[in-house]
């Protein structure tokens, strides 16, 4: 089409009828932008297209990954809860005469305020998502929003955790270690079977303690703040499922 202008236009020039010559210039320049255009639209239609595979597939990742998560995280949060009521049981019985708590098992309660552990998501997908620059790929501006918050949320949750085993570590622990039988209380714990102490401890004085009574309240206290954190993560991560289901479609 290009060398048909171009011939016209030679012709044009020899018979020297310039305004005719410039209107065939200028057609010949029409349809070379045009060109351009359609060539730029389809390179765009192209990338987009590109864009929206690779977004599925993204997506799709990030769905899976997360649907993982939660159960990791039902079942940390299932734990903390147990830890929570085992601790609150033993601070029911502070200061409870000796009958009342020649009732309980107090090696397993303790057992239990100490079983506590941290919750560690699987994060490959979301890292690899961030670190490419491929985020911008998801068209939903309120999964990125999540995906940014669920990474506020977990250095929360860190900050927390990082206090509670503190706490636990070097005060409680040493604390129990002194004036209370850790072979008797790992009975309850991984080291189950491996057999009572020969000593005899007495743990019910320990219930008379105001210091064992404030060590119980720290775990206690660390247990619901942790647990606050683990419940938000479980918000955000339910939301991040739901906007990431290959199946969902967004409202217009």
């Given at each position: 089409m290009i060398s048909f202008f171009r011939k016209i236009r030679q012709k044009l020039l020899q018979q020297n009828r310039v305004t005719r010559y410039l209107v065939y210039a200028l057609g010949e320049i029409v349809l070379v932008v045009i060109g351009i255009l359609i060539a730029l639209s389809i390179n765009t239609w192209n990338e987009n297209?590109?864009?929206?595979?690779?977004?599925?597939?993204?997506?799709?990742?990030?769905?899976?990954?997360?649907?993982?998560?939660k159960e990791k995280l039902q079942a940390t949060i299932k734990l903390h809860r147990n830890v929570l009521n085992g601790t609150n049981a033993a601070l029911a019985l502070i200061n409870e005469p000796e009958d009342v708590l020649a009732k309980h098992n107090l090696d397993s309660l303790i057992a239990i305020s100490l079983?506590?552990?941290?919750?560690?998501?699987s994060q490959s997908v979301l890292a690899d998502l961030i670190s490419?620059?491929?985020?911008?790929?998801?068209?939903?501006?309120?999964?990125?929003?999540?995906?940014?918050?669920?990474?506020?949320?977990i250095k929360e949750k860190e900050e927390s955790y990082e206090t509670m085993d503190e706490t636990s570590q070097n005060l409680f622990l040493p604390y129990l270690t002194k004036n209370a039988s850790m072979k008797n209380i790992d009975q309850y714990s991984l080291l189950e079977g491996t057999g009572k102490s020969k000593l005899n401890p007495q743990l019910q004085k320990l219930f008379k303690d105001l210091e064992f009574e404030n060590h119980l309240d720290?775990?206690?206290?660390?247990?619901?703040?942790?647990?606050?954190?683990?419940?938000?993560?479980?918000?955000?991560?339910?939301?991040?499922?739901?906007?990431s289901d290959p199946d969902f479609e967004p409202k217009p």
């Open positions: 297209l590109k864009n929206k595979n690779k977004e599925k597939l993204i997506l799709q990742d990030l769905h899976l990954e997360f649907q993982k998560n079983d506590y552990g941290d919750f560690s998501p490419s620059g491929n985020l911008n790929l998801i068209s939903s501006e309120s999964l990125r929003l999540l995906i940014f918050d669920w990474g506020s949320a720290n775990q206690a206290w660390g247990t619901v703040n942790y647990l606050i954190k683990l419940e938000r993560l479980e918000a955000l991560g339910d939301q991040i499922i739901f906007l």
